[in-house]
């Protein structure tokens, strides 16, 4: 039997690596892969050439434009023009090809700021958005309604995952533009280099949050992919058709920059600037649709945040540790 030609939009980044990675291993897949040089996503006629030339069976959509509450509030223009085109020029043009499986990556900022805890994906589209990404997160409840759109008008088998607060191998540390857990451990690992006394961290530590580790993430991406279409379609409905991915656990920022300074070695104090954004007050998903369908998650958060530590000293060569 031949390999299924599997393509990874964007497979540099932290959820593309990871599952590439995973899909490597699985014999039965060859692994397609492009690199932004070598085609823009953006590009609506690039991609349909790129699906017309490269016979592809099946496709996991995990290329965005990604960012934490800085990243958002200072671009949110380029945040919603880039993630609609992005995945309206590949969900298109797969279909145009006759591509029948797909998996679209969103997030969990699709719903509402003050959604009843833990979120259903019952949730979607029942209150306002979080003002900090509100952009990001229309793109994202775009794609999928572009699936479900798809799957209803031409019996396509497109598919939606929407993972909580991602960390792991290839994550952002970039001091502004990071999200919460990879700005920490740079911000902790720093102060520990250079002996500060104290760490002031973002926000007054009050909100939770969940992480799940991206090699998780890639295994129940693959895990979903991989399901028959009549189980899925059993467990989701034409119109809500997302499976939220997540631990089903969550912790304060607070708790969290304890469980990094641990991590780290950092001794000093931990300070909160309550001034700045805390963003929606707790953001924990309800799993139970994934757990009745045979996947939880393997990797605890401490653990998860040491093996984070290690790839970022080993990774980053100005932050070895000395």
């Not at 299924?4 to 060859?30: I, T, Y």
């Not at 600037?273 to 929606?280: L, T, V």
């Amino acid at each position: 039997m031949s390999k299924q030609r599997v393509f990874v939009a964007g497979h540099s980044g932290m959820v593309g690596s990871a599952l590439s990675r995973r899909l490597k291993d699985c014999d039965n897949f060859e692994l397609v892969v492009r690199n932004r040089s070598e085609l823009n996503l953006l590009d609506q006629a690039s991609v349909s050439l790129f699906f017309e030339e490269e016979r592809i069976d099946q496709v996991y959509l995990a290329a965005a434009k990604v960012g934490g509450i800085h990243a958002n509030n200072k671009y949110p223009a380029e945040f919603i023009y880039e993630n609609l085109m992005i995945e309206a020029n590949i969900i298109h043009s797969a279909h145009i090809s006759g591509i029948q499986k797909l998996l679209f990556l969103g997030s969990s900022c699709i719903y509402p700021k003050l959604a009843e805890q833990p979120m259903s994906e019952d949730a979607l589209l029942t209150g306002l958005l979080e003002p900090t990404n509100e952009p990001y997160a229309i793109a994202k409840i775009a794609g999928i309604k572009l699936c479900e759109s798809y799957n209803r008008q031409y019996g396509r088998d497109y598919r939606s995952v929407m993972p909580t607060n991602l960390y792991g191998p290839n994550d952002n540390f970039h001091p502004e533009h990071s999200h919460v857990l990879p700005a920490l451990i740079r911000r902790f690992h720093e102060a520990t280099q250079n002996g500060e006394a104290k760490v002031v961290v973002w926000g007054s530590g009050n909100p939770k949050r969940e992480f799940l580790h991206v090699d998780d993430m890639a295994s129940a991406s693959i895990h979903i992919m991989q399901l028959d279409e009549l189980t899925y379609k059993s467990s989701t409905e034409p119109m809500l058709s997302h499976i939220n991915v997540g631990t089903g656990v969550d912790c304060s920022i607070r708790e969290l920059a304890d469980i990094v300074a641990s991590v780290v070695g950092f001794s000093g104090k931990i300070e909160f600037d309550a001034s700045k954004p805390d963003g929606a007050p707790r953001k924990l998903m309800s799993v139970s649709r994934l757990s009745n369908l045979g996947w939880n998650y393997s990797i605890s958060l401490k653990q998860g945040i040491e093996k984070t530590y290690q790839w970022f000293l080993e990774n980053n060569k100005e932050y070895r540790s000395i």
